[in-house]
């Protein structure tokens, strides 16, 4: 029997030459195929991952991911775990410090976001600036993006008292920003944080106070959306977050790399698959006309949102968490005729072939948008509740890849298809039709984000 070797042995046709590249952690080097030339003057071989499916592209221990069997951990502990034991802010503190917090560490954190909550009078300015329909996550990044005016020592990136400040603040100030935006789409006045209020209820508050003295948030759904919050805290290297690492990576300051996170979550194919549930279960109305629309979708003349996901073939451990919320903030709020839909929809679906032999299972997706609508938040504001959580596994992320000895600028190479060594035609020269004729056509967006 041959000795095993943990290396990959490839034999470039073109010239006969094999060469030997080394595996570590399952996968090979990129930069070790450069060595596979034609002759002495080529580039080189380089891979082509246009979305990068199937490229890793950093070394982390935040977040891991097993989407054949239903598995999602932080720092090693199960979501299951962090939910029913921790709260977000506890979290928030294990993704970016890597361990759990002890008691005094935990206290010691929960007080300095507590005292940061507040923003800058100037942000509430020009928040008031925004039009009265301005989209909330629109508001939302381009407040972040100021952040970094207000603060500009955090451009000193190797200073850890900045970096924990950072940290600090944003995890802080977001559900202010976001709760502000909010307002600011009603044309209500802002309502300014309560530091006697949990992280949860505090963001509650700020959203929905209105003329009493002091708001007292419901403990039911003070705790659904700080489980809300902790499921969406962090998902390895989704859109987002590799935006946050590839901004980043030019060592600008931490606020510039996590607004380019929010805009990455603006974008329909990330943070909007809730709201087009919401929109599906209304659409079928009653649950009589569930196998007609069942049908529609294997015959591809719809889709059924909320099921299905690029990493997990298996029910979505965070779907399964959410779901055991929904009753109790129902209870605490109205009955939904939407919960009915979306129970007997997902009954029947995994019961039939169809969707068990592509291991469509339900996403978190399935289930959050119907919590959201029973707190009666509107549809523009989920995708920002998702960014305020996710702004802690940004900052980790962001942290993690400053430490890393092995990052440096992202700078994605390409294969270029374009013409070249044209000759030069003067203006008068040109032949071409006179109306310009637009960009190119876009190609239609086929599926529904990944993240
Ligand atoms: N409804 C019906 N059919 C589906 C669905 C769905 N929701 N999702 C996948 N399929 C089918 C595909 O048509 C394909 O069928 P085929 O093999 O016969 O062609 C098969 O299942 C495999 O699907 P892919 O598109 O290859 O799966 P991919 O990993 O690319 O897509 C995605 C994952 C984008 C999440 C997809 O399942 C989807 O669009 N789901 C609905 C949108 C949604 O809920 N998104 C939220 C994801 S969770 C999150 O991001 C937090």
Same mark, same amino acid.
Request: charged fraction near 25%.
């Given at each position: 029997m ?14 006969g030459?094999?060469?030997?590249v080394?595996i570590t952690?399952?996968?090979i080097k990129?930069?070790?195929l450069r ?7 080529d580039?080189?071989?380089m891979?082509y991952?246009?979305?990068y499916t199937?490229?890793?592209s ?5 977040t891991y ?5 239903g598995?999602l951990q932080h ?8 939910? $029913?034991?921790?709260?977000? +802010? #506890?979290? &928030?503190y294990?993704?970016v =410090?890597?361990?759990l917090?002890t008691?005094p /560490?935990?206290?010691r954190w929960?007080?300095?976001?507590t005292?940061h909550t ?10 008031s600036d ?5 989209h909330p ?9 100021a952040m970094s005016?207000?603060?500009?020592d ?9 970096r924990y400040?950072a ?7 977001i559900?202010?920003l ?5 307002r600011?789409s009603?044309g209500l ?7 006697d ?8 508050g700020?959203?929905?106070?209105m003329t009493e003295a002091?708001? $007292?948030?419901?403990?039911? +759904? #003070?705790? &659904?959306?700080?489980?809300l =919050?902790?499921l969406?805290?962090?998902?390895? /290297?989704?859109?987002s977050?590799?935006a946050?690492?590839?901004v980043?990576?030019?060592q ?10 929010v ?6 194919l ?5 709201e087009?549930v ?6 079928i109305?009653?649950?009589?006309n569930?196998p007609?629309?069942?049908e529609?979708?294997?015959k591809?003349?719809e889709k059924l949102?909320?099921?299905g996901?690029?990493?997990?073939k298996n ?6 968490i ?8 129902l209870?605490?709020?109205a009955?939904?005729?939407l ?14 072939e169809?969707f ?5 299972y339900p ?14 938040i509107?549809?523009?504001m989920f995708?920002?509740i998702?960014?305020?959580?996710r702004t802690?596994?940004?900052v980790?992320?962001w ?6 000895s092995?990052q440096k600028i992202?700078r994605?190479r ?7 060594d044209r ?16 960009p ?12």
């Amino acid at each position: 029997m041959s000795e095993t070797k943990d290396t990959l042995s490839i034999t470039d046709n073109r010239t006969g030459e094999t060469y030997e590249v080394e595996i570590t952690d399952e996968t090979i080097k990129a930069m070790d195929l450069r060595q596979i030339k034609v002759n002495e003057d080529d580039f080189g071989m380089m891979t082509y991952d246009p979305a990068y499916t199937n490229t890793a592209s950093c070394r982390s221990s935040i977040t891991y991911i097993d989407g054949e069997a239903g598995v999602l951990q932080h720092r090693g502990y199960s979501i299951e775990d962090l939910c $029913e034991k921790s709260t977000y +802010l #506890e979290v &928030a503190y294990l993704l970016v =410090f890597g361990e759990l917090p002890t008691a005094p /560490q935990l206290e010691r954190w929960v007080y300095d976001v507590t005292h940061h909550t507040f923003i800058h009078e100037d942000i509430k300015g020009f928040l008031s600036d925004f039009r009265h329909d301005a989209h909330p996550m629109g508001i939302l990044l381009g407040a972040v993006g100021a952040m970094s005016t207000f603060y500009p020592d955090a451009k000193d990136i190797d200073n850890d008292e900045e970096r924990y400040m950072a940290a600090i603040r944003m995890i802080a100030k977001i559900p202010t920003l976001a709760a502000f935006a909010y307002r600011h789409s009603l044309g209500l006045p802002y309502v300014y944080p309560d530091n006697d209020l949990s992280y949860a209820g505090n963001f509650l508050g700020m959203m929905r106070k209105m003329t009493e003295a002091k708001y $007292e948030p419901d403990p039911r +759904l #003070e705790k &659904a959306l700080d489980v809300l =919050f902790i499921l969406h805290a962090d998902h390895e /290297q989704n859109c987002s977050t590799s935006a946050v690492r590839s901004v980043g990576s030019s060592q600008v300051d931490p606020y510039s790399a996590v607004a380019a996170g929010v805009a990455a979550l603006y974008g329909p194919l990330h943070g909007g698959a809730n709201e087009a549930v919401l929109k599906m279960l209304r659409r079928i109305e009653t649950t009589d006309n569930i196998p007609d629309f069942l049908e529609g979708v294997k015959k591809r003349e719809e889709k059924l949102m909320g099921f299905g996901h690029r990493v997990y073939k298996n029910y979505d451990p965070r779907a399964r968490i959410i779901k055991s919320h929904v009753d109790e903030v129902l209870e605490a709020t109205a009955d939904s005729p939407l919960l009915d839909i979306a129970s007997e929809l997902e009954k029947r679906a995994l019961d039939d072939e169809f969707f068990t032999s592509r291991k469509l299972y339900p996403n978190v997706d399935f289930y959050s948008g119907l919590i959201y609508e029973a707190l009666n938040i509107p549809a523009d504001m989920f995708t920002v509740i998702f960014a305020i959580p996710r702004t802690s596994g940004w900052v980790a992320q962001w942290m993690e890849m400053n430490l890393d000895s092995e990052q440096k600028i992202a700078r994605p190479r390409q294969i270029y298809t374009g013409e070249r060594d044209r000759e030069y035609v003067k203006i008068g020269e040109r032949e071409g039709p006179e109306k310009i004729t637009g960009p190119p056509a876009r190609r239609p967006v086929k599926a529904l984000r990944g993240a």
